[in-house]
């Protein structure tokens, strides 16, 4: 099971802090990483992290800004975004994988398709006004 948490709404150029608590299984074993579906459009990865290694990905569009780390303690990713702009709004997920591979195809290949992502958890909205 995955909770995110920590939307809102904020003025372009301001900051939001996700949070994604895991629950329920091992998470060392996968990858865990955001997606956003804003309206009309096709939901999309813009971030992963290996829980096993650490490793992080981005996708292009938040690159620089948005910053994902985890607290394997507490089963938790964190979503750190800076600098946020009003494209940036949209219902955000986040979802495991175990397949750190293909996570990773997700976020960095904007063709790829997010549907063989193993859990969900639900939304949380951020709306950023200009």
């Known amino acids: 099971q995955l909770q995110a948490s920590g939307g809102g709404l904020v003025q372009a150029g301001e900051s939001l802090r996700l949070s994604c608590a895991a629950s329920?299984?091992?998470?060392?074993?996968?990858?865990i990483g955001w997606f956003r579906q804003a309206p009309g459009k096709e939901r999309e990865g813009i971030s992963c992290?290996?829980?096993?290694?650490?490793?992080?990905y981005y996708a292009d569009s938040v690159k620089g800004r948005f910053t994902i780390s985890s607290d394997n303690a507490k089963n938790t990713v964190y979503l750190q975004m800076n600098s946020l702009k009003p494209e940036d709004t949209a219902v955000y997920y986040c979802?495991?994988?175990?397949?750190?591979?293909?996570?990773?195809?997700?976020?960095?290949?904007?063709?790829?398709?997010?549907?063989?992502?193993?859990?969900w958890g639900k939304g949380t909205q951020v709306t950023v006004s200009s």
């Open positions: 979802g495991a994988d175990k397949s750190v591979y293909y996570a990773i195809e997700v976020v960095t290949n904007k063709d790829a398709g997010t549907g063989g992502i193993d859990y």
């Open positions: 992290i290996s829980m096993r290694d650490g490793s992080t």
């Open positions: 329920g299984f091992t998470s060392d074993d996968y990858a």
